[in-house]
């Protein structure tokens, strides 16, 4: 039987405080188990989140920030995890580079972004038949790819969801097709309590207007993607109104909370998952398989030596010759100001990057070179392919890649939502 740490064995080990150290079990950081009323944590669960980065909250301020001080809301999630690794890491598998890996089923991307989950989807052998994004500059990255270079019978224009004439243009680019995915990562700041009640504010109605689409499309199965801290908003009840709004339609969901890291990105980027049904099928999630993580240097080393390309998307930075020796002066996992630790910040060679944002600046420094990362290393750290090409200035390069979906963590999901379809019949 394996030894367990307990937690103030953990917090002997890591300096940490036993309140900190609960703070990261309720906020599903830190695996862990109760035993006896009490929690153990195993060795190797200590080790991953030791690794991946997550042991420090400065990677996920949103969450922590969300929390307070609550160490009460720990999730039992029920979970039914598929194996998915075979086809996750053997190229025959993947549909973005072999169209003879397509696997016949059809998705919608609602609130698309440049396509990093529609990448991964596809990778996972899906078709795309239509998408919807508000950012031009995002439209245009998409459309590039997916369009112009993959030759995906896609009607792909910067839309506004919550128009009807938006809603009846993606119906009609839908036509006859049948769909059997819908997904979207809606933004999710329109929400508040009336009483004990959650509603959706008028500052924001994505939210609503993705479950009308839903509902009106009926995809066998839905899957949304959103920040890891929408569990903590309103002590959990934005969570219970988003499953029990769409069993309402139809659609059983359940929810846990995926590592990218876990699925072979070179990054720590956590993000809830919801996965629903309205056929009687299982929800699937991808199971966990990566033993040892893929480190920053392990994806970007191949750049090293790569002069700018910017039609590749590796554009340099321009620094002083002052500024190259700050850069080169911080130390791996340090950042170049010490009050913003979470930008500017030098993640270790050695190690899976801290979470890429979508901030306009380098905000990412280089490990080795005296110079932030290009957006072109950064769509690495997301696992973009080298053949997918953001549009738009630097600027907006950055924004499209920051906010994007992993694609390997989309790949996953994917592969998992075909299983269900194909254990349907369908």
Same mark, same amino acid.
């Given at each position: 039987?394996?030894?367990?740490?307990?937690?103030?064995?953990?917090?002997?080990?890591?300096?940490?405080?036993?309140?900190?150290?609960?703070?990261?079990?309720?906020?599903?950081?830190?695996?862990?188990?109760?035993?006896?009323?009490?929690?153990?944590?195993?060795?190797?669960?200590?080790?991953?989140?030791?690794?991946?980065?997550?042991?420090?909250?400065?990677?996920?301020?949103?969450?922590?920030?969300?929390?307070?001080?609550?160490?009460?809301?720990?999730?039992?999630?029920?979970?039914?995890?598929?194996?998915?690794?075979?086809?996750?890491?053997?190229?025959?598998?993947?549909?973005?580079?072999?169209?003879?890996?397509?696997?016949?089923?059809?998705?919608?991307?609602?609130?698309?972004?440049?396509?990093?989950?529609?990448? $991964?989807?596809?990778?996972?052998?899906?078709?795309?038949?239509?998408?919807?994004?508000?950012?031009?500059?995002?439209?245009?990255?998409?459309?590039?790819?997916?369009?112009?270079?993959?030759?995906?019978?896609?009607?792909?224009?910067?839309?506004?969801?919550?128009?009807?004439?938006?809603?009846?243009?993606?119906?009609?680019?839908?036509?006859?097709?049948?769909?059997?995915?819908?997904?979207?990562?809606?933004?999710?700041?329109?929400?508040?309590?009336?009483?004990?009640?959650?509603?959706?504010?008028?500052?924001?109605?994505?939210?609503?207007?993705?479950?009308?689409?839903?509902?009106?499309?009926?995809?066998?199965?839905?899957?949304?993607?959103?920040?890891? $801290?929408?569990?903590?908003?309103?002590?959990?009840?934005?969570?219970?109104?988003?499953?029990?709004?769409?069993?309402?339609?139809?659609?059983?969901?359940?929810?846990?909370?995926?590592?990218?890291?876990?699925?072979?990105?070179?990054?720590?980027?956590?993000?809830?998952?919801?996965?629903?049904?309205?056929?009687?099928?299982?929800?699937?999630?991808?199971?966990?398989?990566?033993?040892?993580?893929?480190?920053?240097?392990?994806?970007?080393?191949?750049?090293?030596?790569?002069?700018?390309?910017?039609?590749?998307?590796?554009?340099?930075?321009?620094?002083?010759?002052?500024?190259?020796?700050?850069?080169?002066?911080?130390?791996?996992?340090?950042?170049?100001?010490?009050?913003?630790?979470?930008?500017?910040?030098?993640?270790?060679?050695?190690?899976?990057?801290?979470?890429?944002?979508?901030?306009?600046?380098?905000?990412?420094?280089?490990?080795?070179?005296?110079?932030?990362?290009?957006?072109?290393?950064?769509?690495?750290?997301?696992?973009?392919?080298?053949?997918?090409?953001?549009?738009?200035?630097?600027?907006?390069?950055?924004?499209?890649?920051?906010?994007?979906?992993?694609?390997?963590? $989309?790949?996953?999901?994917?592969?998992?939502?075909?299983?269900?379809?194909?254990?349907?019949?369908?």
């Amino acid at each position: 039987m394996s030894k367990y740490y307990t937690i103030q064995e953990i917090a002997d080990k890591t300096g940490k405080s036993q309140k900190t150290i609960r703070r990261h079990i309720a906020a599903k950081k830190l695996n862990a188990t109760r035993i006896q009323n009490k929690w153990r944590i195993l060795p190797e669960d200590y080790d991953r989140w030791i690794v991946s980065g997550d042991c420090e909250e400065d990677n996920d301020r949103e969450t922590f920030a969300i929390m307070g001080s609550n160490t009460s809301n720990v999730y039992n999630d029920n979970v039914n995890w598929v194996d998915v690794e075979e086809k996750c890491t053997k190229d025959k598998y993947n549909g973005w580079t072999h169209s003879k890996a397509r696997n016949g089923y059809n998705f919608v991307d609602l609130f698309s972004g440049a396509g990093g989950l529609s990448c $991964g989807l596809t990778m996972a052998g899906f078709t795309p038949v239509a998408s919807v994004e508000i950012m031009p500059q995002a439209v245009e990255t998409y459309k590039y790819n997916f369009v112009q270079k993959k030759k995906f019978k896609e009607d792909v224009e910067t839309r506004d969801i919550t128009t009807g004439e938006a809603k009846e243009a993606l119906y009609a680019s839908i036509g006859d097709r049948h769909i059997h995915l819908l997904v979207g990562g809606f933004p999710c700041q329109g929400f508040s309590l009336a009483g004990n009640r959650v509603v959706t504010d008028e500052r924001n109605s994505l939210y609503r207007e993705m479950l009308k689409i839903v509902d009106h499309i009926k995809p066998e199965y839905i899957v949304m993607e959103n920040v890891e $801290g929408l569990r903590s908003m309103l002590n959990g009840k934005i969570e219970e109104k988003i499953i029990s709004d769409y069993k309402k339609i139809g659609y059983e969901i359940n929810v846990t909370v995926l590592n990218s890291a876990d699925y072979g990105v070179a990054q720590t980027r956590r993000r809830v998952i919801f996965v629903g049904n309205r056929i009687g099928g299982t929800n699937y999630h991808p199971k966990p398989f990566m033993e040892t993580y893929k480190t920053l240097g392990e994806e970007i080393e191949r750049f090293m030596n790569l002069a700018e390309d910017k039609s590749i998307n590796h554009i340099f930075s321009r620094h002083t010759e002052e500024m190259k020796q700050r850069i080169s002066s911080v130390p791996e996992g340090m950042s170049l100001y010490g009050n913003y630790s979470d930008a500017w910040k030098k993640s270790p060679w050695d190690k899976p990057s801290c979470t890429v944002k979508e901030n306009h600046g380098g905000v990412n420094l280089h490990p080795k070179l005296p110079r932030v990362l290009t957006p072109r290393e950064l769509a690495a750290l997301q696992s973009f392919p080298d053949d997918f090409i953001f549009k738009g200035t630097k600027k907006w390069q950055l924004v499209q890649i920051g906010n994007a979906v992993p694609p390997l963590l $989309g790949r996953a999901i994917g592969l998992a939502v075909e299983y269900a379809l194909k254990e349907n019949g369908i």
